[in-house]
């Protein structure tokens, strides 16, 4: 009798760890064990049970449970898996070696090109890296996408319908990037915490068609908060891409220092650093709405902490001015886009731009941005700006080429505009047309000298009802080959 009971107990424990049929609605809980001595047994409770889940039927749910949960490997998510915490507070999820926390299981058995992961979310977990990791590992909190490869340019996806939302995410300033994502069709990103990335991206993502980016708080990232990489979107409505809703404070904060000192390392000219809070790197993005953003960085009267600390490291003769600069939201690499309703503040020593768009060429494929929609943004700066907005290359796509309409520019009354002619907008390399209309700049310190100014030939400008201080601005110069004003 003694044994049967034993025997049953047994069996009772191992169904923890197995899931009856979606049907029966129930959930799975992971026996795991808190403290940071029990993350090898954790790692093990966590492969066996995604192990047997990978042979049922239907999507299963999968609960972390309330407390904290120590892990020293990777955690693998196969398809149809719903990962849940009890909520982003209670549920906590502890690396404490530098590696890739969870990553969506490839299905390695289908080839190239085909679905090899699909239908996972992970929601309500707080997952973070055990304080004062050593090493530069180049590793996400959050992994869905292939192996990268730089030179691999062709576009198809590896995974479908993926949803990430509700979690608290901190790599304490360690690793790449928080979130990386690549090759999904069908993708949402929706109110998550991401803090304190490492060298990279709060969010990365490239080659991935209709996905929603919205209600997340970023904060103090190496590079940019949201980085669209490359081949994002399509022609098709149904795949565009929505940024929309997000909060981003703080990017720039140490990829500027690693790529200055990589550069010289390699006696290689360092590139100037302005990678933007919302970015599009390219080529290839398209189909994009940036909207409802709220994006804000830099101190008043101070410099990014890459520029101070490599000053301080190299002195004002290797380095006699700031390399590393704050751009708000940047179209490089991409075409039809809408950004609209956006609220920026930039401030101190360091401002580059609020906006700016140009091609990419890149594996022997180039973009140049047209279609380009800026409309009713606000932007306010306070601090030494470069260029309030800089274009290049643009092109008419559906009859537009880059169009700024009713947006507003504040810059206090001691910021300074240190491009050579003082212009709010500068077209810098030959393009097709822009269009100006109805924008509200106040200029409280009378800085800016000129509304536009195209070194570079420009075949179209339109002026329409733009104000300075309240009164009409037409102000221009540069290389115009046909001009209409109102």
């Known amino acids: 009798m003694k044994k049967w009971i034993s025997v049953a107990c047994g069996l009772l424990f191992l169904g923890m760890i197995s899931v009856l049929p979606l049907h029966a609605k129930a959930d799975v809980q992971m026996p795991l064990k808190q403290g940071s001595l029990e993350a090898s047994y954790n790692v093990k409770i966590w492969q066996d ?137 069908h993708l949402i990103v929706k109110n ?126 290797a380095y006699p001015s700031s390399r590393v600069l704050l751009t708000a939201i940047r179209l490089s690499g991409a075409k039809n886009a809408v950004v609209t309703n956006n609220t920026v503040r930039l401030k101190g020593k360091d401002i580059f731009s609020f906006f700016t768009s140009n091609s990419r060429a890149k594996g022997g494929q180039t973009t140049k941005p047209g279609n380009i929609l800026v409309q009713n943004n606000a932007f306010y700066a306070d601090g030494m700006v470069a260029y309030p907005i800089r274009l290049f290359n643009g092109q008419i796509i559906n009859k537009r080429g880059f169009e700024l309409t009713k947006n507003r520019f504040s810059f206090s009354k001691n910021s300074q505009i240190t491009n050579y002619y003082r212009a709010l907008v500068e077209v810098r390399l030959a393009s097709q047309k822009l269009n100006l209309r109805e924008n509200r700049i106040e200029d409280r310190g009378q800085k800016l000298r000129y509304l536009v100014s195209a070194p570079a030939p420009l075949k179209e400008l339109w002026l329409t009802k733009n104000t300075r201080n309240g009164k009409n601005w037409r102000d221009v110069r540069g290389e115009f080959r046909m001009k209409r004003v109102q």
């Open 192 to 317: 998550n915490e991401v803090k304190n990335s490492g060298l990279q991206n709060g969010i990365s993502v490239e080659f991935t068609n209709d996905a929603l980016f919205k209600g997340n708080i970023i904060d103090n990232v190496g590079r940019s908060g949201i980085q669209l990489y490359r081949s994002n979107g399509s022609p098709k409505k149904s795949d565009k891409i929505v940024i929309e809703g997000n909060t981003v404070t703080n990017w720039m904060q140490r990829f500027g220092k690693y790529n200055f000192e990589k550069s010289k390392v390699n006696h290689i000219t360092p590139d100037i650093m302005s990678d933007a809070g919302i970015d599009s790197y390219g080529p290839n993005n398209q189909n994009v709405y940036i909207q409802n953003n709220t994006l804000s960085a830099g101190k008043i009267n101070q410099s990014l902490p890459d520029n101070l600390a490599l000053l301080k490291k190299y002195g004002k003769k």
């Open 49 to 185: 049970t995604m192990k047997k889940l990978k042979t049922q039927p239907g999507i299963k749910k999968v609960v972390v449970p309330k407390g904290t949960y120590y892990f020293n490997a990777t955690l693998n998510v196969p398809s149809h898996i719903k990962l849940s915490g009890i909520n982003a507070k209670e549920s906590n999820i502890v690396f404490s070696k530098l590696v890739t926390g969870l990553k969506v299981e490839e299905n390695k058995n289908v080839g190239e090109g085909g679905i090899q992961a699909e239908n996972v979310t992970i929601e309500n977990l707080n997952i973070r890296f055990q304080p004062e990791l050593k090493g530069a590992s180049f590793v996400s909190l959050i992994e869905v996408s292939p192996k990268f490869d730089e030179q691999n340019y062709k576009n198809y996806k590896a995974f479908r319908n993926i949803t990430i939302q509700n979690n608290k995410l901190d790599m304490k300033e360690k690793g790449s990037s928080i979130i990386n994502l690549g090759r999904i069709e």
